[in-house]
T-cell receptor, first 111, second 114 residues
Framework: GQQVMQIPQYQHVQEGEDFTTYCNSSTTLSNIQWYKQRPGGHPVFLIQLVKSGEVKKQKRLTFQFGEAKKNSSLHITATQTTDVGTYFCFKGNFGNEKLTFGTGTRLTIIP | ETGVTQSPTHLIKTRGQQVTLRCSSQSGHNTVSWYQQALGQGPQFIFQYYREEENGRGNFPPRFSGLQFPNYSSELNVNALELDDSALYLC?????????????FGPGTRLTVL
């Protein structure tokens, strides 16, 4: 099936360190979205990337879409305790392909 | 808050029973997607409804069925419940079809099957 793998599965960092999660698809993506899910919460939309090689920034978060549109990354600079949660990439054009979440990367912060 | 509501919040059923979960989409949104999230796992796509029609389905058996109403609210029905159906059920609403768009998730319904 259409798999979307993320690495690492878990990441523990000291507060203030950087964090990166990588998302890889077995097929070329028309676009990719990123969501954050806090413990006990629901997924919250962060961003959508559409263009090959696209880079978008939101404060300390940097999102990249690979040139081949098969991979993406999320980088957080100087993590804070509020960054705790699981980060999912997500793919799917409504009606055209199955909506698929990546396997997720769970981030924990050591104060 | 996303404006997407789900009911009930929690539910306990026994094997073989049937359950109906409800979702009210955000105002102006015509598309609702349902997901199943087992503990410690990512959400798995069940199906999507657009303007009252099923518009895509994941790898779930036919005992998972749904409806969307004229006001775009939606129901998820699960028949013949199995223990593995225990999970958080999330609905998400969005506004466009054909262009992948931001999904707004509800708080979920936690279903426990005993």
């Amino acid at each position: 099936g259409q798999q979307v793998m993320q690495i690492p599965q878990y990441q523990h960092v000291q507060e203030g360190e950087d964090f990166t999660t990588y998302c890889n698809s077995s097929t070329t993506l028309s676009n990719i979205q990123w969501y954050k899910q806090r413990p006990g919460g629901h997924p919250v939309f962060l961003i959508q990337l559409v263009k090959s090689g696209e880079v978008k920034k939101q404060k300390r978060l940097t999102f990249q879409f690979g040139e081949a549109k098969k991979n993406s990354s999320l980088h957080i600079t100087a993590t804070q305790t509020t960054d705790v949660g699981t980060y999912f990439c997500f793919k799917g054009n409504f009606g055209n392909e199955k909506l698929t979440f990546g396997t997720g990367t769970r981030l924990t912060i050591i104060p | 808050e996303t404006g997407v509501t789900q009911s009930p919040t929690h539910l306990i059923k026994t094997r073989g029973q049937q359950v109906t979960l409800r979702c009210s989409s955000q105002s102006g949104h015509n598309t609702v997607s349902w997901y199943q999230q087992a503990l410690g796992q990512g959400p798995q796509f069940i199906f999507q409804y657009y303007r009252e029609e099923e518009n895509g389905r994941g790898n779930f058996p036919p005992r998972f069925s749904g409806l969307q109403f004229p006001n775009y609210s939606s129901e998820l029905n699960v028949n013949a419940l199995e223990l593995d159906d225990s999970a958080l059920y999330l609905c998400a609403s969005s506004s466009n079809l054909g262009v992948s768009n931001e999904q707004f998730f509800g708080p979920g319904t936690r279903l426990t099957v005993l």
